[in-house]
Every structure is written in structure tokens, then in C-alpha cells.
């Protein structure tokens, strides 16, 4: 592991912020971290390699397809090693709107050189060739599985570091969308994203697409300093929320209202981000491989979360935009 201070992406310039083409107007993408099934709370493992929650994404994608959505599914080693989850992930790509990404996972990503500690489950974290060599591994393997080389990347546990947008340029991808913004994982030894912003930049080569965050309340000029100011206040973050003052959400069904969420659109919208990223896991599609979705009833709260926001884009006129959207509209 890298030793030294969190990592921080420094803040793009405003030559590198994306000034989308106009005929782009305001649009959605949804990435999917489609991975293998652990424990969150348990010790990470390179023995966690099962596959099960992949016979629950064709009616998922169904869903999403029927509404004219593209998946870009962000496929691990496992997902890509495994022939069934590969001949199911090979049928959603015919959808047209739907590629092949890659997530890094390293504790199950070969080469494996020492035993995992938390801090290198993170993999910017990593030595220089161990990143590189693990990320080549896996980026051939997809490429072997399905056929084509991926153009768009995301590190497990939003690990990137600050040699990995020059290694995902060498690779030939043209998306990174590792950065969370609002997110400070420093105190588990990952990145601070705390104070990036949800705003399209390049880097290089390559183009980072934050997941999407948003804060909102009455307090939310303050943003993402006025957060960080209040986790050194006790329940400080706890009692804006309630008091209507400051939340951050961030655009998933997994730990997010639907009602915070659609509020998070409005402000989105209203302040002119033109693309926001969504997310979720693969295996919270079925219950009990994830905290988010424990049971009969977080599913349906899963899949009507979804039906509710894309209910909401159709009303707004924000229309999905693909990868392959996307790379087209960047030039």
C-alpha cells in the first residue's frame, strides 16, 4: 500500500470540465457494479467468488429495457471468469444500449502478490505494477469473454489512485466513473472525495463521470465544506438533515428514499448538471447479499425506487443516454 495521505483528486480546471454539445440536453446513464457476492461486514476474501444474484439480472435488465435504458454493467473477475454470468451479460448486450465495463475488485483480481488488508482493497492504492498487472488481467479477461475490449472503468470501493488514469489511457479506455463525490473514505485508508463535485472532466485521455451527489435542503449552497464541517459536530449531519437543512444524497435505490432522491433530481436539474450518473449492485437484486436489500419488501422498495425515478426523467424530458451516447457526444 501506499503510504502517505489520502488520496484527492485534485479539482479539474475549468479547460477540463466537459461543455456537453447542446443537442445533448440533460441526460441519465446507469452504471451497474456487477460483482460477486460477500459479506459487507466480514474481512474480505479471495474465496468470495460466487455468482448466484446473476439469475435474478435478465428480468432486472427487462425492466430497464422496456423503458428504453442502457445498462453499462461493470463486470469483476469473477463475473467475467464465470460462463453462465457471461452468456447472461452477452444477451443484455443485444439490447443495443448496453455495454461491458470493467470494476476492479482487487482481492479477487490475479495477480496476487500479498494477502489483502483493507487499505489494499482500494487499488490506487496499490505498488505501481501490481495495479497495472492486476488491471491488465482483467481488462484481457473481459475482452476474452465477450469479444470486445471495454472502454469504460471503475475501481472497487471507488479506489482509484493517482496513477490510474495513466494506466486506463494505456488500456484504451475513454471512461472512469470512480469518483463519488461528497464521499470521504480516507478514515478506511481510500480516497477523500468529500469535496469533488458531480460536474464531467478530462484527465489526460480519459473522461471521469462522477456518480452522482447532490446536496439539497435550505442550506445547500454550503455544500460539500459545509458537510465536512459538521462531522466534527456530534449528530451535527443528522440534525440539518432533519431540520431540512442539509442532506447529501446520492442517486441510487440502495440506502436512498425515493423522495430525497427526486428532490435530488429537481436540484440537479435545476442546476444545470446535463448528465447524472446512477448506480447500483448487481447482487442487491436478491435479497440478503447486500445491507440495502435484506428482504421480499427492499426488493420491491428496489425495483419501484426505479419505476418512481424513471417516471420522474420521462416528465422532465431527461432522456437515457448509453455509453456509446456518451463517447459520441464527447467527440
Same mark, same amino acid.
Given at each position: 500500500?501506499?503510504?502517505?495521505?489520502?488520496?484527492?483528486?485534485?479539482?479539474?480546471?475549468?479547460?477540463?470540465?466537459?461543455?456537453?454539445?447542446?443537442?445533448?440536453?440533460?441526460?441519465?446513464?446507469?452504471?451497474?457494479?456487477?460483482?460477486?457476492?460477500?459479506?459487507?461486514?466480514?474481512?474480505?476474501?479471495?474465496?468470495?467468488?460466487?455468482?448466484?444474484?446473476?439469475?435474478?439480472?435478465?428480468?432486472?435488465?427487462?425492466?430497464?429495457?422496456?423503458?428504453?435504458?442502457?445498462?453499462?454493467?461493470?463486470?469483476?473477475?469473477?463475473?467475467?471468469?464465470?460462463?453462465?454470468?457471461?452468456?447472461?451479460?452477452?444477451?443484455?448486450?443485444?439490447?443495443?444500449?448496453?455495454?461491458?465495463?470493467?470494476?476492479?475488485?482487487?482481492?479477487?483480481?490475479?495477480?496476487? +502478490? %500479498?494477502? $489483502? =488488508?483493507?487499505?489494499?482493497?482500494?487499488? @490506487?492504492?496499490? #505498488?505501481? /505494477?501490481?495495479? *497495472?498487472?492486476?488491471? +491488465? %488481467?482483467? $481488462? =484481457?479477461?473481459?475482452?476474452?469473454?465477450? @469479444?470486445?475490449? #471495454?472502454? /469504460?472503468?471503475? *475501481?472497487?470501493?471507488?479506489?482509484?489512485?493517482?496513477?490510474?488514469?495513466?494506466?486506463?489511457?494505456?488500456?484504451?479506455?475513454?471512461?472512469?466513473?470512480?469518483?463519488?463525490?461528497?464521499?470521504?473514505?480516507?478514515?478506511?485508508?481510500?480516497?477523500?472525495?468529500?469535496?469533488?463535485?458531480?460536474?464531467?472532466?478530462?484527465?489526460?485521455?480519459?473522461?471521469?463521470?462522477?456518480?452522482?451527489?447532490?446536496?439539497?435542503?435550505?442550506?445547500?449552497?454550503?455544500?460539500?465544506?459545509?458537510?465536512?464541517?459538521?462531522?466534527?459536530?456530534?449528530?451535527?449531519?443528522?440534525?440539518?438533515?432533519?431540520?431540512?437543512?442539509?442532506?447529501?444524497?446520492?442517486?441510487?435505490?440502495?440506502?436512498?428514499?425515493?423522495?430525497?432522491?427526486?428532490?435530488?433530481?429537481?436540484?440537479?436539474?435545476?442546476?444545470?448538471?446535463?448528465?447524472?450518473?446512477?448506480?447500483?449492485?448487481?447482487?442487491?437484486?436478491?435479497?440478503?447479499?447486500?445491507?440495502?436489500?435484506?428482504?421480499?419488501?427492499?426488493?420491491?422498495?428496489?425495483?419501484?425506487?426505479?419505476?418512481?425515478?424513471?417516471?420522474?426523467?420521462?416528465?422532465?424530458?431527461?432522456?437515457?443516454?448509453?455509453?456509446?451516447?456518451?463517447?459520441?457526444?464527447?467527440?
Amino acid at each position: 500500500m501506499i503510504a502517505g495521505r489520502a488520496y484527492r483528486p485534485p479539482p479539474p480546471t475549468a479547460a477540463q470540465r466537459i461543455a456537453w454539445p447542446d443537442d445533448f440536453g440533460t441526460r441519465f446513464t446507469v452504471f451497474v457494479d456487477v460483482e460477486e457476492e460477500f459479506d459487507w461486514h466480514a474481512p474480505l476474501d479471495t474465496r468470495n467468488r460466487a455468482t448466484t444474484a446473476m439469475a435474478a439480472f435478465p428480468d432486472a435488465h427487462r425492466r430497464f429495457a422496456e423503458r428504453g435504458v442502457g445498462l453499462t454493467c461493470m463486470v469483476d473477475h469473477p463475473i467475467a471468469t464465470d460462463p453462465a454470468s457471461v452468456a447472461i451479460l452477452s444477451r443484455v448486450v443485444e439490447d443495443g444500449r448496453s455495454e461491458i465495463g470493467t470494476q476492479l475488485h482487487p482481492w479477487v483480481s490475479p495477480p496476487f +502478490a %500479498t494477502a $489483502t =488488508t483493507p487499505g489494499d482493497s482500494y487499488a @490506487g492504492n496499490l #505498488p505501481a /505494477a501490481l495495479e *497495472a498487472a492486476k488491471l +491488465a %488481467t482483467l $481488462t =484481457t479477461a473481459i475482452t476474452t469473454a465477450f @469479444g470486445s475490449a #471495454p472502454r /469504460a472503468y471503475r *475501481a472497487g470501493r471507488y479506489g482509484i489512485g493517482p496513477r490510474s488514469f495513466d494506466l486506463l489511457a494505456r488500456l484504451g479506455y475513454r471512461i472512469d466513473s470512480s469518483v463519488r463525490p461528497g464521499y470521504d473514505y480516507s478514515a478506511d485508508s481510500g480516497p477523500d472525495f468529500a469535496t469533488a463535485d458531480a460536474q464531467a472532466y478530462r484527465v489526460g485521455d480519459v473522461v471521469e463521470l462522477p456518480l452522482t451527489t447532490v446536496f439539497t435542503g435550505r442550506a445547500r449552497r454550503g455544500g460539500a465544506l459545509l458537510y465536512r464541517a459538521l462531522s466534527y459536530v456530534p449528530k451535527g449531519r443528522g440534525a440539518f438533515a432533519r431540520a431540512g437543512l442539509l442532506s447529501r444524497i446520492a442517486l441510487t435505490p440502495e440506502d436512498m428514499p425515493i423522495d430525497a432522491a427526486l428532490e435530488a433530481v429537481a436540484v440537479a436539474a435545476g442546476e444545470g448538471l446535463r448528465l447524472l450518473n446512477l448506480s447500483f449492485h448487481s447482487p442487491s437484486l436478491v435479497p440478503g447479499h447486500t445491507p440495502y436489500v435484506r428482504d421480499a419488501a427492499d426488493l420491491k422498495r428496489f425495483h419501484t425506487w426505479w419505476t418512481t425515478i424513471l417516471d420522474e426523467f420521462d416528465r422532465r424530458g431527461i432522456r437515457n443516454a448509453s455509453l456509446n451516447e456518451i463517447i459520441a457526444a464527447l467527440g
